[in-house]
């Protein structure tokens, strides 16, 4: 945050402001993962995994859509000379180019290597087959293939194989 940058198109713009907008789109990005995995994880089949991605989707683009309302005067003239001047303002990027890129070079090496150390953990037990289960039951149907239903039933784990 700058007061000489954001200042001069938004003269209302406090540090609190920012840091609470800042702090909200934070949150949005993170509660749209959780969601995401949800979506993943809860649903049955692929077709519900298309029509709940469809729907979010559907969802995000009314944002957009009410900004491009906006622009053309639809919710007022108010709001239409705030999107204009959203969409034509321009900042200055001004760093500390020293101080910011060393930060911004151990934040971006902790994260990766965070990643890449859960990867590995979780590559490393199921390799070794932590995760697979002792008992599956299958249910096959036979609307397809008639004899591929005497193969449903109780599969017991094999460790020999």
């Known amino acids: 945050y700058s007061k000489k940058r954001i200042g001069k198109a938004f003269p209302n713009a406090t540090y609190w402001k920012w840091f609470v907008a800042t702090f909200i789109m934070f949150i949005s990005g993170a509660l749209g993962l959780v969601v995401t ?4 994880v809860t649903a049955d089949d692929v077709v519900d995994l298309l029509l709940d991605f469809t729907a979010a989707e559907f969802v995000t683009m009314l944002d957009n859509s009410a900004f491009v ?3 053309y005067g639809f919710l007022g003239p108010t709001n239409k000379d ?3 001047k959203i969409v034509e303002t321009k900042y200055e990027v001004c760093r500390k180019r020293q101080q910011m890129s060393v930060l911004r070079g151990v934040m971006l090496s902790s994260v990766f290597f965070a990643m890449l150390g859960t990867w590995i953990y979780f590559l490393i037990h199921q390799m070794i087959g932590t995760y697979l289960p002792q008992f599956i039951i299958v249910q096959f149907g036979d609307s397809l293939n008639l004899g591929i239903g005497a193969y449903s039933g ?3 784990l094999d460790h020999d194989l």
């Open 82 to 84: 705030e999107s204009h």
């Open 69 to 71: 309302l906006a622009q």
């Open 37 to 40: 995995t949800l979506l993943v």
């Open 154 to 156: 109780l599969y017991q």
